[in-house]
C-alpha cells in the first residue's frame, strides 16, 4: 500500500525556518515524479516544488531561492526546507507522488495519484 506521511509545520515568525519531511512508502523514490503543494482555505492547491524521478527540480517562482527540495532514498522520505519565510507561505502542505508518469502538465494536482495528509505551516508577523 501506497503511503505518504508528511511531518515538520508549524508556527513560525517571519524570516524563520522548517523542513517538512515527507515519508513514503509502499514505492521507493527513485521510480515517482514527487510534489510538494500548498493549499489555503477556499483556493486551489498551487505546486510549491517538484522533483521527478531522475531528481530534475523545479520551484513556483514565488519560493525560489527560499526553498530547496531534495529527498533521501536510503530513508526514502522527501524533504522541503523553506527558509525566509513570509507571512503568504502559510497553508496546509502536501506530498504528492505520480507513480504513473501522468501525461497532465506536472504542475496540475491531477497529475499525483497518491497525497499525503498534509502538515499545516503559519507564519507570523
Known amino acids: 500500500e501506497v503511503q505518504l506521511v508528511e511531518s515538520g509545520g508549524g508556527a513560525v515568525e517571519v524570516g524563520g525556518s522548517l523542513r517538512l519531511s515527507c515519508k513514503a512508502s509502499?514505492?521507493?523514490?527513485?521510480?515517482?515524479?514527487m510534489a510538494w503543494y500548498r493549499q489555503v482555505p477556499g483556493e486551489e492547491h498551487e505546486i510549491v516544488a517538484r522533483?521527478?524521478?531522475?531528481?530534475?527540480?523545479s520551484y513556483a517562482e514565488d519560493v525560489k531561492g527560499r526553498f530547496t527540495i531534495s529527498k533521501d532514498n536510503a530513508k526514502n522520505t522527501l524533504y522541503l526546507q523553506m527558509d525566509s519565510l513570509k507571512p503568504e507561505d502559510t497553508g496546509m502542505y502536501y506530498c504528492?507522488?505520480?507513480?504513473?508518469?501522468?501525461?497532465?502538465?506536472?504542475?496540475?494536482?491531477?497529475?499525483?495519484?497518491?497525497w499525503g495528509q498534509g502538515t499545516q505551516v503559519t507564519v507570523s508577523s
Open positions: 504528492a507522488a505520480d507513480l504513473t508518469y501522468s501525461s497532465y502538465d506536472p504542475r496540475e494536482p491531477r497529475s499525483y495519484d497518491h
Open positions: 509502499g514505492f521507493t523514490l527513485d521510480t515517482a515524479d
Open positions: 522533483m521527478d524521478s531522475d531528481g530534475l527540480v
